[in-house]
T-cell receptor
Framework: NAGVTQTPKFRILKIGQSMTLQCTQD?????MYWYRQDPGMGLKLIYY???????DKGEVPNGYNVSRSTTEDFPLRLELAAPSQTSVYFC??????????????FGSGTRLTVV | KQEVTQIPAALSVPEGENLVLNCSFT??????LQWFRQDPGKGLTSLLL?????REQTSGRLNASLDKSSGRSTLYIAASQPGDSATYLC????????????FGEGTQLTVNP
């Protein structure tokens, strides 16, 4: 299994540009997440989804949008990129139904620089 | 708002030493606590998960303990090896689904040969 796949791995954006970070998982996990990690810091939750068609804001959602049309895919959209969005972005997934729970699987990250 | 703090921020030890990483959290109403390992340029790998009803978990040379009432967890690494060099992150969740983690800032560990 591939696990959680993120593309691209690196990207440089100019201020005001837009882009979509792609995330796909093949583990049939119902939960998916986007976190960002600034240098020397822990991860902060941007958005998450508990299943297809359902998304909700995390701690730092401003400047981002998400959609979850399928179980497998959870793209993150950046509109009007700003230098403050320079960060490493991680997609993750987990599974929880009733008493059954499987822990987090993280993608390898997308390093984004806004100049 | 939950705050998670990890001490020390960085640690350098000689190979073979036993060591302890600390994690504290401000809201004791957690469902579980996880320890992750992060290698440079890589994603996070889950090491140990402790449910709120548990006191500790062990995996190989790693042992994690949880004292929910005091808001503390420790990660004990026995007989450290250069391959243990990485950043270690702890994270807590308030939900029974185990979702929505709040992370500490991590401890950067260097094990010198």
């Amino acid at each position: 299994n591939a696990g959680v796949t993120q593309t691209p791995k690196f990207r440089i954006l100019k201020i005001g540009q837009s882009m979509t970070l792609q995330c796909t998982q093949d583990m049939n996990h119902n939960y998916m997440y986007w976190y960002r990690q600034d240098p020397g810091m822990g991860l902060k939750l941007i958005y998450y989804s508990v299943g297809a068609g359902i998304t909700d804001k995390g701690e730092v959602p401003n400047g981002y949008n998400v959609s979850r049309s399928t179980t497998e895919d959870f793209p993150l959209r950046l509109e009007l990129a700003a230098p403050s969005q320079t960060s490493v972005y991680f997609c993750a997934s987990s599974y929880s139904i009733g008493e059954s729970w499987k822990g987090y699987t993280f993608g390898s990250g997308t390093r984004l620089t806004v100049v | 708002k939950q705050e998670v703090t990890q001490i020390p921020a960085a640690l350098s030890v000689p190979e073979g030493e036993n060591l302890v990483l600390n994690c504290s959290f401000t809201d004791s109403a957690i469902y579980n606590l996880q320890w992750f390992r992060q290698d440079p340029g890589k994603g996070l790998t889950s090491l140990l998960l402790i449910q709120s009803s548990q006191r500790e978990q062990t995996s190989g040379r790693l042992n994690a303990s949880l004292d929910k009432s005091s808001g503390r967890s420790t990660l004990y690494i026995a007989a450290s090896q250069p391959g243990d060099s990485a950043t270690y992150l702890c994270a807590v969740s308030k939900e029974t689904s185990g979702s929505r983690l709040t992370f500490g800032e991590g401890t950067q560990l260097t094990v010198n040969p």
